[in-house]
């Protein structure tokens, strides 16, 4: 394995409530992403995959706290807080927001808005950064002539691209994308996916992609994680998460995913997540899953290594039979 | 007896379904007489659903799934063409008739943070049809409405009867929403998306309860972008482009030997839960036509990969491609498709 692109440590985030309270959303993830790799962050909505990928950008609310390391080509950017994760932030590390097709500025024409993060980081202005709007257009697969359209005057696709290419705008070498095709129909999906596939191959982007839906992460990623009430409950190459999930949850969330070809039973997860502001005794997911032991419900399992790159938190992550 | 379960036809049969919505002119416009334009959302649809069985209406945004099952349950007024329900035309009935039929077909929403009143307490939400119709003594519908409850995996009834939706969460909202469908004992169920808006983890769940009516001889219309649901859950499929079926049939059929190139293309961009399983996908470019300037022809020609890669050409067909318009025909037993090429 190269050396990773972007390395995160024992991340943490907690925000303030309202009753004084905290609630602890991300609580110690790890993982790392080399140049070219695809990461599929996966898991049920709450579980803590947007807090994190928004704590990579420095992008979370002064209710929040953080802790841990963020590295990026082995600094840390997360370091000095505001002043030092800004000059990264849409220049090396960038981001698709989830629903960033809605959140353009009606009265303002798409290229000027794909401008902004160039004027920002003064990597391009005026004539160059027309130039650069229009190599960016073509890169997404936008006639460049329609840098002059504005937002409603393009498709739900278009705009999706249009938002992409405003990530892409200073060159960045890692693409975080929070459910980036999550209400685009199939078709328009596929275009948008197999747009990010050659980003990533001719780019050698490294993307992180936040979804629940996990058809997308097995045809597109390189590796996968699965968080589970704040934390990474499994994580390795797609394929071993696949056919070799060392974690019931992981096995539950393929079991409750239909799929087009197969005959086997959808199943439904019981219960739902542990709430987040009060200290958890043991497995967060014992109370919902299909194999819990007394061990489960007074011991918190840490992640253990399973396989090559693949690591999971489950006491009985070892001795789980092999299905697949 | 109605006639319908005598003779064992469908319950609810649709012919050449046709429902255009006028493109407003403007005021330059109608001064000009420019003419008028309309947008063709459904064009002579036909379709049928037996008791017991489900059938997915699957298409991409814009297909007009949607605009169809509006029609069905005549929540919008079809411009021509026939909705039958248990042998009674629905689009010519009057209107007191069509409140007392109304109970018999009942729909459920893809959103159930919308679609619930958050001042409404679920029992309050699950008995408002039944105050509607004016069915029942107070004591008779608090049991309907337990029974109701129950029957969508709310139980004990008397845990959820005095929350709010706000109390529940978003798989338990869909589940208050379905028996709020049921608790007039309907005959056709549509649901519109019903999982859509849902987390994975509780998907299976509402997808069992709509299976386990059918099984007690609910019909079901099922609308939705998923095939992978329909493929699971649906006993048949039809697939629409641009306001047509273009092709339908016994679900695993149209999944595993897809005939029209529209539903091919579709099926091979939909991901496959095994890493390992790799298809071709052909992807379609472009986006789908604006239903007001609908192609000539065969309304998928423009996009077809058969047209494109010369295919049609070389069977000789491109001419009718190009402007015959036309009809689903057999291509298997109970399996029909709309193709100049089949």
Known sequence: MTQ????????????????????????????AVPTGARLGM?????????????????????????????????VDVLEGGEETVAPYRWKDISMIFQGAMNAFDPVKRIGEQIVEPMELHGSASGREAAARVREL????????????SYPHELSGGMRQR???????????????????????????????????????????????????????????????????????????????????????????????????????????????????DVELRGCPFAARCDMTAERCTVERPELQVVGDGHVSACHFATTLEVVA | ??????????????????VRYRVPRGLSGAILRRPERFVHAVSAVSLAVRRGEMVALVGESGCGKTTTA?????????????????????????????????????????????????????SETVSEPLVIHGVGSRAERRHAVAHALERVGLAPAELFVDRFPHELSGGQRQRVAIAASLVLEP???????????????????????????????????????????????????????????????PAREVIESPRHPYTQALLSVVPRRDPRRRVEPQILRGETPNPIDVPSGCRFHPRCPLFASGEAARLGIEERCRSDDLALHDVAPEHRAACHAL
Request: glycine share 8%; net charge negative.
């Open chain 1, 162 to 276: 249009a938002a992409i290419a405003m990530a892409l705008a200073c060159s960045p070498r890692v693409l975080l994308a929070d459910e980036p095709t999550t209400a685009l129909d199939v078709m328009v999906q596929a275009q948008i996916l197999e747009l990010l596939m050659y980003l990533s191959n001719e780019l050698g982007l490294a993307l992180v992609f936040v979804t629940h839906d996990l058809p997308i992460v097995a045809q597109t990623c390189t590796h996968a994680a699965v968080m589970y009430a704040g934390k990474i409950v499994e994580q390795g190459p797609i394929d071993d998460l696949y056919h070799g999930a060392r974690h019931p949850y992981t096995r539950l969330l393929w079991a409750a995913t239909p799929d087009l070809e197969s005959r086997d039973d959808v199943v439904s997860i019981p219960g739902v997540p542990p709430r987040l």
């Open chain 2, 187 to 249: 005959d056709l169920l549509v649901a519109d998306e019903p999982v859509s808006m849902l987390d994975v983890s509780v998907r299976a769940g509402i997808l069992a309860i709509l299976d386990g009516l059918r099984d007690r001889g609910l019909a079901v219309l099922m609308i939705t972008h998923d095939l992978s649901t329909a493929a699971r859950f649906a006993d048949r499929i039809c697939v629409m482009y641009l306001g047509r079926i273009v092709e339908e049939g």
């Open chain 2, 1 to 18: 007896m109605s006639a319908a379960a005598v003779n064992g036809g469908p319950l609810l049969e649709v012919e050449d379904l046709v």
């Open chain 2, 70 to 122: 509006q029609a069905i349950l005549r929540l919008v007024q079809a411009d021509s063409g026939s909705v039958r329900f248990d042998d009674t035309e629905v689009t010519t009935l009057p209107s007191d008739e069509l409140r007392r039929l109304r109970r018999r077909m009942q729909i459920i929403y893809q959103d159930p943070y919308e679609s619930l009143d958050p001042r409404f307490r679920v």
């Open chain 1, 4 to 31: 990773p692109l972007l390395e995160v440590e024992d991340l943490n985030v907690w925000f303030d409530l309202p009753n004084g309270g905290q609630l602890h959303a991300v609580q110690g993830v790890s993982f």
């Open chain 1, 137 to 148: 257009l073509e890169t997404v697969g936008i006639p460049p002539e329609r840098a002059k």
């Open chain 1, 42 to 74: 996966v898991g049920e909505s709450g579980c803590g995959k947007t807090t994190t990928i928004l704590a990579l950008m420095g992008l979370l609310p002064p209710t929040a706290s953080v802790s841990g390391r963020v590295l990026f080509d082995g």
